[in-house]
């Protein structure tokens, strides 16, 4: 008989450190080994190489079309694979029809079974594996209040709201304690207070049943909340797999750094490299403008780009004495968001940078005015200069 | 709301006198006391008292029933495979050469498929009775209920049924578990068309009856060369009365269903 892992009601606290990524002994849960997708002389997917471990939060991220969902489909086993191989615990996945596969698939649609109740829709997967009744019962019992929906068990889907269907489909793809949960864009009907009450509650799933995730998301904030490891995708390559604050703090190159959050990008030459910093030319007779150096570093000469996030650059009426990095310049517009303002500052050179402020004083919350002069500053190790 | 201007309502008059009205004389003329089919004499229904005696229509009914009931089943099946095999198979090696002659009996002149089916039977010798109208009806009906059915399943949201297949299912417990329940309303209608087509069928009919089996329709017109007689206006009202239900019955299913299928859309769209 079949048994569903024991689902503690209270969360242990947190393990030391989780990154079996880090850990080359640890046995990926799924391999892609050069994967290629063609869709006739189209390639979805290119090449990719990619390690997903057991207990992992995985999120794919990446601009419409790239390759996302052709990536769950493979996985899922409705899409063949053109080249490469896909394993899972070691084993090829290749020929294994969807319904011999470990692995479950959350619907961006949803997919409910129109003709079914919500309890139905759930036990459907149970009964396929032939269980007992009252294992079935019980199992269904479990995921519908795991989700919150006991009441509505006999409801038909279409007589639930779009949140109550998308949790149905969460808890039918989850009462079959995959090995791979997959799931495309889950959240992307709910509005964004539900959709954040959700994440919580799919982090909390996550950690209750050990079940490894992989999601697909438009939304990079939703990636950088909940998962343990964020991939960036363009078409059909991985332009870099990372934990969130590194994507985020250590972005690859200049595609990942203005895909995830906001950024400044400032292109250049290389001027020279002092130990952790390197420094580049920007602009005709400024002075160069300096960060942490890409490693290894490249020559002298070569084309950089320096990338600063807003809410690492300063701004100030005065040239703050002793800052590594001051430029000039005024501002053209400022947008204020309640809890923070972003200036635009257009440099002499043309250049426009944005500037962070949090607004922690409600009447002083612009302390700067448009068209006003001021000076934009940062320390060596706030920006990142990458290759090209 | 619009008032109906007396332009419309004269040409909506017109229309509907052209097609019903002599439907509608058939209908009073059957119950008909007088034996002369022009002459009104009073109400009776002598007629259909007569009907039930005559053994020869009573053997001809019976098979025309047994033809369409098992005919019709067998093009439901056949017509929903065909329609799952093109909409769902993906791409397979002449396709659209398929898809494009299933529908092409819809076109055909039944004159031509009717002798084309007499041909066949004559060469593979099968002996013409009840088994070839009921092949020939299996087959020209199918393409109707392909039609039907695969109209349905192209509106149909395929990750559904991957849905099914992902949660376990085989490919066949699949369509039996999710497909045929969702598709079910328009298989009830295909149903429903091929029995009222197999029931009404002159002309295949005539090509593939032998001796030993007659339908109604080929007993009706073979009578009535000989002059109407009431019992034939009695026994057409019959017919009309049962085609007019299934007809009736196949739109209000569908027209069922599709209401169904707005009230799910709009309780998707309110919910998200
Ligand atoms: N069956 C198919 N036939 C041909 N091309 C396809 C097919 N499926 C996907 N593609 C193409 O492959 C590319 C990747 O598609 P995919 O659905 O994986 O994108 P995605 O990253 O999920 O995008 P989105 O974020 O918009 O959902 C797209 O350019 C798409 O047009
Ligand atoms: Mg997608």
């Known amino acids: 008989m079949r048994r569903f892992p024991a689902m503690p009601q209270t969360v242990s606290s947190a393990p030391a450190v989780f990154a079996p990524w880090a850990d080359p002994q640890a046995r990926p849960l ?9 869709f006739g002389s189209f390639t979805a997917v290119d090449g ?8 992992e939060f995985f999120a794919l991220l990446g601009p419409s079309g790239c390759g996302k969902t052709t990536l769950m489909r493979m996985l899922a086993g409705f899409e063949e694979v053109t080249e490469g191989q ?3 615990e070691g084993r090829d996945l290749a020929g294994v029809p969807p319904n011999r596969r470990p692995v479950n698939m959350m ?4 997919a409910l079974f129109p003709h079914l109740s919500v309890w139905d829709n759930i036990a459907f997967g149970l009964r396929r594996d032939r269980l007992p009744r009252d294992v079935i019962a019980e199992r269904v019992e479990e995921m519908l209040k795991l989700v919150q929906l006991t009441r509505f068990a006999r409801r038909k889907p279409h007589q639930i709201s779009g949140g109550q269907k998308q949790r149905v489909a969460l808890a039918r793809a989850l009462a079959k304690a995959p090995k791979l949960l997959l799931l495309d864009e889950p959240l992307g009907a ?4 539900l959709r954040q009450e959700t994440q919580f509650e799919l982090m909390g799933i996550q950690e209750k049943t050990g079940t490894t995730f992989v999601i697909v998301t438009h939304d990079q904030e939703e990636a950088m909340t909940v998962a343990s490891r964020v991939a960036v995708m363009r078409d059909g390559r991985l332009e870099q797999v990372d934990t969130p604050d590194r994507i985020y703090e250590f972005p690859a190159n200049a595609y990942v750094a203005d895909f995830i959050g ?3 990008l400032i292109e250049g030459r290389l001027a020279a490299v002092e130990g952790e910093t390197a420094r580049l030319h920007w602009a005709e007779g400024q002075t160069p403008l300096g960060g942490l150096a890409p490693k290894p570093a ?9 990338a600063i996030r807003p809410e690492k650059v300063r701004i100030s009426s005065e040239r703050p004495a002793g800052a590594a990095n ?14 923070i303002s972003t200036y635009h500052v257009v440099l002499s050179t043309g250049h426009v940078l944005r500037a962070q402020t949090v607004n922690t004083d409600r009447f002083h919350a612009r302390e700067h005015t448009w068209g006003e002069d001021v000076w934009l500053s940062w320390s060596d190790s706030a920006g990142l200069v990458l290759k090209g | 709301m619009r008032r109906f201007s007396w332009f419309n309502l004269t040409s909506l008059t017109l229309g509907f006198a052209f097609l019903y009205l002599p439907m509608l004389i058939l209908i009073v003329y059957s119950f008909n006391a007088s034996k002369l089919v022009t002459v009104w004499a009073g109400f009776s229904t002598r007629w259909y008292g007569e009907l039930i005696r005559n053994e020869a229509f009573l053997d001809a009914a019976w098979v025309t029933l047994r033809v369409a009931v098992v005919s019709s089943t067998l093009a439901t099946v056949l017509g929903t495979m065909a329609a799952h095999a093109l909409v769902r198979g993906g791409r397979f090696l002449g396709r659209t050469l398929f898809s494009g002659m299933i529908y092409a009996p819809l076109v055909m002149p039944e004159v031509i498929t009717g002798l084309s089916l007499l041909l066949l039977f004559i060469a593979i010798d099968l002996d013409r009775g009840i088994t070839t109208i009921v092949l020939a009806h299996t087959t020209f009906s199918m393409c109707y209920v392909s039609v039907v059915v695969s109209s349905r399943l192209v509106s149909f949201d395929r990750s559904i049924e991957e849905a099914a297949l992902d949660l376990g299912c085989t490919p066949f417990e699949a369509f039996r578990l999710v497909t045929l329940p969702i598709i079910a309303p328009a298989v009830i209608a295909g149903w429903l068309l091929a029995f009222t087509l197999s029931l009404d069928d002159l002309v295949i009919a005539s090509f593939t009856a032998g001796p030993s089996a007659t339908t109604l329709p080929i007993k009706i017109f073979s009578s009535v060369r000989l002059g109407v007689s009431p019992e034939i206006n009695a026994l057409s009202t019959i017919l009309i009365a049962i085609v007019a239900v299934g007809v009736i019955t196949a739109s209000l299913i569908s027209k069922r269903s599709i209401a169904r299928q707005m009230q799910d859309t709009r309780a998707a769209i309110a919910g998200a």
Request: hydrophobic letters at 40%; proline letters at 2%.
């Open chain 1, 326 to 339: 001051a430029v000039r310049g005024r501002i053209e517009d400022i947008a204020y968001l309640g809890n």
């Open chain 1, 190 to 193: 709910l509005d964004k207070k």
């Open chain 1, 262 to 264: 906001e950024i400044n």
């Open chain 1, 48 to 55: 990719l190489d990619l390690k997903i471990y057991e207990r």
């Open chain 1, 86 to 88: 896909i394993l899972l």
């Open chain 1, 298 to 306: 490249p020559a002298a000469g070569e084309k950089v780009t320096l």
């Open chain 1, 107 to 110: 619907f961006q649609s949803y």
């Open chain 1, 30 to 38: 799924i391999e892609f080994r050069g994967v290629t997708k063609r």
